[in-house]
């Protein structure tokens, strides 16, 4: 690592928890950040209008959810490891790849959507891998273990 930088997309969700665990244990013991970082925007259309009634009630929800993430995993991790967080307005894949210019490492945590999912919806991290200036890190969802009966 060069930059000693490592960018990390969340989002809220399990997947990208990970993603952040496993960064802070990149940076563990390295001269290396870690920048946290949610993309959020405004359309009106799409928000959940029974909590978002507005473009800054968007802002400070994910504010909370970005702050919420990072703070659980300081405190899973016990680490006195700075992580920085940022929530940047814009697309997700335009706001991460736009952060990670000049990084070492892009990390996102999958959301183990199938392929019809991934047809309709797209993928964030389709998109950033394709767009990204440096390598980019996708954590898989954990498989889950089945047992014989």
């Known amino acids: 690592m060069n930059n000693h930088l490592i960018v990390v997309g969340v989002d ?26 949610m993309a959020w925007y405004w359309d009106g ?6 909590t978002a009634t507005s473009p800054d009630e ?11 993430q990072v703070q659980a995993v300081k405190a899973a991790q016990g680490s006195h490891l700075p992580i920085a967080a940022d929530l940047v307005e814009g697309s997700p894949a335009d706001v991460l790849t736009a952060a990670a210019r000049g990084a070492d490492l892009l990390v996102l945590g999958s ?15 389709e998109a950033v891998i394709r767009k ?18």
Not at 45 to 50: T, Y
Request: proline fraction near 7%; hydrophobic fraction near 40%.
């Open 12 to 37: 809220g969700s399990d997947g990208s928890r990970r993603a952040l665990e496993w960064a802070a244990g990149e940076a563990a013991g390295r001269d290396t950040a870690v920048r946290a970082v």
């Open 45 to 50: 259309i799409e928000a959940d209008v029974l």
């Open 58 to 68: 968007q802002r400070r929800q994910a504010g909370r959810v970005l702050d919420r």
């Open 111 to 125: 959301h183990g959507h199938g392929r019809l999912h991934h047809s309709v919806l797209g993928s964030v991290s």
């Open 132 to 149: 990204a200036t440096c390598p980019v890190v996708v954590i898989p969802t954990p498989v889950p273990v089945s047992t014989p009966e």
